[in-house]
């Protein structure tokens, strides 16, 4: 069965985005080639990304041309064309699948259509950022993995990474990874009962 695992740039107090500088502000957020290249190991491995609409427009908006710029860096380009090939799923009660060539829409029903995708082929379904999807698949207890990249700032406030889960949740460290820059990459899996 395939898995779904959130992969999230989170504040150390457990924000993934700030509303002091904007609705979506992410300029706390640390990024280094290094950190680049270790990401983009990891998403070589998956075949499918999973979206809410508001990210799924702003990464339509960029990846399927950033490798093709002239001044396009190796991240830019590997991951154009890893995006471009990757299966897409996306959260949204408001856009067609008819409008969208190869993207399945879920609007509605969502246990069902997640446990649907989750028995299909495949490998892992990666979530990236998409803070409203990511609390309704929690809502639901349909996340298996977290990929935290736990930055070193604490934002007070903003968005949180966890909300909406019904129960307590008890989780394992499968692998954490230190980057110079402070960020902590921390790999958790959901522990639920067999």
């Known amino acids: 069965m395939r898995k779904i695992v959130s992969f999230a740039h989170v504040s150390l107090d457990g924000f993934v985005s700030s509303t002091a500088e904007g609705m979506h502000s992410l300029g706390w957020v640390s990024v ?3 950190l680049f290249s270790y990401v983009e190991q990891r998403i070589q491995r998956t075949d499918t990304a999973l979206y809410g609409r508001v990210t ?3 990464m339509e908006s960029y990846w399927p041309t950033a490798g093709d710029q002239p001044d396009a860096s190796a991240h830019d380009i590997a991951h154009s064309h890893w995006y471009k090939s990757a299966g897409k799923v996306v959260l949204s009660k408001t856009l067609s699948e008819s409008n969208h060539i190869n993207i399945k829409i879920i609007g509605g029903n969502l246990r069902d259509q ?5 028995h299909s082929e495949g490998s892992e379904i990666l979530i990236f ?3 409203s999807a990511t609390h309704a698949l929690m ?3 349909l996340i298996d ?8 700032i604490l ?4 968005i949180p990474l966890f909300k909406n889960i019904q129960e307590r949740t008890a989780l394992r460290l499968i692998n954490s990874k230190n980057f110079p820059s402070g960020v902590l990459c921390a ?4 522990k639920r009962d067999q």
């Open 32 to 34: 280094s080639a290094d």
């Open 56 to 58: 799924f427009q702003m």
């Open 139 to 141: 809502a639901e207890d």
């Open 187 to 190: 790999e958790y899996e959901v």
């Open 155 to 158: 934002l007070v406030q903003g």
């Open 114 to 118: 997640i446990n649907e995708l989750k």
């Open 145 to 152: 993995e977290y990929w935290l990249f736990i930055n070193p």
């Open 129 to 131: 950022g998409s803070p």
